[in-house]
């Protein structure tokens, strides 16, 4: 179905409350590791992933006004926090959340959905071991290939190539974003049937580990 309405260019929309193995007791068959990479590289078909309610406006309206192909809200069923620096930004499919205090950062953390949180709570872990790392929230990637070369460059400035991606997701399609010096906190296996705490920690989707790994790549 959705395949067939970006053929056709239809303004549908789609909302998906299943977006990683935050479901948690639904198991591994409800748990999509990889479709959401599926969806982001259909041509015509535009996704959002939203960190929290200003976000996820800001797709609905992005939505609504789309005249020509359809767009897809991907949505967490956990319980999330608003985001102090979440804005109108998001529709522009990336922007700066939480900026470094250097013009050039020691490195980036790039977020979508729930993990976001976790991208800003490791910047603040970092930043107390002298690490000061800029977050990116990335909604969409979709409409951030859509921006300008100068404010993609903005957002991720080709001085910064220590970049981490973070999202409970395969890291499929992460990769133009990271680059060869980059590190991931992502999906490489089916999840499981449990709490969603549970699974985060059983994955390694936790803070703690995006800031072992941010650490690990900026050595």
Request: charged share 25%.
């Amino acid at each position: 179905m959705a395949r067939l309405t970006s053929l056709m260019k239809l303004p549908l929309i789609y909302v998906f409350t299943h977006d990683s193995i935050g479901v948690g007791e639904d198991g591994p068959t409800h748990e999509p590791i990889e479709q959401l990479a599926a969806f982001r590289s259909m041509p015509d078909f535009t996704v959002f992933r939203p960190c929290d309610r200003t976000e996820t406006a800001l797709a609905w309206e992005y939505a609504i006004e789309s005249k020509d192909e359809p767009t897809a809200l991907v949505l967490t069923r956990q319980n999330l926090p608003q985001m102090a620096g979440s804005s109108k930004e998001a529709l522009k499919g990336a922007y700066i959340l939480e900026d470094s205090d250097k013009e050039t950062p020691d490195g980036i953390i790039i977020a979508s959905g729930s993990e976001v949180n976790l991208a800003v709570a490791a910047k603040a872990e970092l930043k107390n071991a002298g690490i000061d790392v800029r977050v990116v929230s990335m909604p969409s990637m979709d409409v951030f290939e859509q921006q300008s070369a100068e404010y993609k460059e903005s957002v991720l400035p080709k001085a910064c190539r220590k970049r981490v991606a973070v999202e409970a997701l395969s890291s499929f399609g992460w990769g133009k974003y990271v680059g060869l010096d980059g590190g991931y906190v992502t999906m490489e296996s089916f999840g499981a049937s449990a709490p969603a705490a549970t699974l985060f920690e059983k994955f390694g989707i936790t803070t703690e580990h995006v800031v072992e790994v941010a650490r690990d790549i900026l050595k």
